[in-house]
């Protein structure tokens, strides 16, 4: 959702989140998650991710939510800014909701890949049974404070943070775990022992299941045209900014694609490209967009384009990728364009999720090594607040 909103760049702390006010903390637990009876607290897993409106109505909360977080963006004024930008926006994010069924499918799919690795870790890892799946969006309901709210109501003692990042970047993963320490410290939840999986752009299942689908999209293709074919990956673009003070994300996702390219055993040409860019600010590149365009005047027919960075269909792959890019590939005479299928609830992405869990349990693991070291032109007090929170957290 980023994509279609962001028009600056991302920097530091501030969250002041709307609510729809009719919404009562009952009605919002009995929506989001369901409760457990077991007398025995549920091992927490908090799948955290950005969110997507669920409904057009929530299109603004949403926007302004984004533009209000300063671990995102440093906007002048931005209390004034924010909801400027959301009201001036709303109209024609609502359009592009509109034209992919009405709203993000996100949370819908989250509370599948959630339900079903509760079902698996309970098989596996019966030492830590029951687990529940808790969602903490940071920009729409589920918000991470209606989550850590429900994790109180259940008594949860062991909690286990899950980005639904696979690749690292200080303006996701980041923050949505200073959100999450902000809500900690506000909730009084610090006794919880609090565990993170702050990333895992390379591990096994990820790669399979993305090699799989790629197999599976290329497999529509005929034997002469699969000879052919370029492998396109597209993640979200960063402004050069974020990347220049060190954001680790590029790196993570190239990391992605030479590991699943490994898998594939190199058989096709391919290139990482960056989509969503906005704004007169330079962003990484090349661009989607552009890249497209400069295979059609190459006279390349068979594009199957990846979205390498979401593991989760919403706007950028429903709308971005099949709608805005895929009537430009047909208007440049690309005839063989493709989207590979995300991975929403696909068996071997789900296993490879609970796979990534009982890792994490079994090397008793509280977060990455990458996790500690910032960016090295990094100036945000808030980050040092949330990485002194975990790394001392010994409960």
């Not at 497209?292 to 919403?314: M, Q, R, W």
């Not at 500690?372 to 980050?383: D, G, H, I, N, Q």
């Amino acid at each position: 959702m980023l994509t279609k909103c962001l028009k600056t760049t991302f920097i530091n702390y501030n969250s002041t989140l709307i609510r729809p006010l009719t919404w009562s903390s009952i009605f919002t637990l009995r929506r989001y998650t369901i409760t457990t009876n077991d007398k025995k607290p549920p091992t927490a897993v908090l799948l955290t991710n950005m969110g997507g409106p669920e409904t057009t109505g929530d299109v603004y909360n949403f926007l302004h939510n984004l533009f209000s977080d300063r671990d995102l963006m440093q906007l002048p004024f931005q209390k004034y800014t924010a909801k400027f930008i959301a009201k001036t926006r709303t109209p024609k994010i609502m359009e592009q909701y509109d034209a992919i069924g009405g709203g993000s499918p996100i949370l819908r799919w989250t509370r599948k890949q959630g339900e079903a690795v509760e079902k698996i870790l309970d098989s596996i890892s019966p030492q830590t049974a029951p687990h529940k799946h808790y969602i903490a969006f940071r920009y729409v309901e589920p918000y991470t404070t209606t989550a850590l709210e429900e994790m109180k109501a259940d008594g949860v003692q062991r909690a286990i943070v899950f980005t639904q990042y696979p690749q690292y970047s200080c303006s996701t993963t980041g923050s949505s775990l200073n959100e999450l320490y902000r809500g900690i410290s506000e909730l009084g939840m610090d006794k919880i022992h609090w565990t993170i999986i702050d990333r895992w752009p390379t591990h096994p299942g990820f790669i399979e299941a993305t090699a799989r689908k790629i197999e599976a999209k290329l497999a529509e293709y005929s034997p002469e045209e699969r000879e052919e074919a370029i492998i396109m990956f597209s993640a979200h673009s960063l402004p050069m900014s974020v990347v220049n003070r060190g954001d680790p994300y590029p790196a993570e996702v190239a990391a992605t694609v030479d590991h699943v390219m490994k898998r594939l055993k190199n058989k096709y040409p391919y290139r990482l490209c960056w989509q969503s860019q906005v704004g007169p600010k330079a962003w990484l590149g090349p661009q989607t967009s552009e890249a497209i365009e400069g295979f059609a005047k190459e006279g390349k027919k068979n594009l199957v384009v990846v979205p390498i960075a979401f593991t989760s269909d919403h706007i950028e792959t429903l709308f971005e990728l099949d709608l805005e890019y895929g009537q430009v590939a047909k208007k440049l005479g690309i005839t063989g364009w493709k989207r590979v299928d995300a991975l929403n609830d696909d068996p071997v992405f789900t296993r490879a999720m609970a796979d990534i869990v009982k890792e994490h349990i079994d090397g008793n693991t509280k977060f990455s090594k990458q996790w500690t070291l910032k960016c090295p032109e990094c100036k945000f007090s808030a980050c040092d607040d949330s990485r002194q929170f975990f790394t001392s957290n010994k409960v």
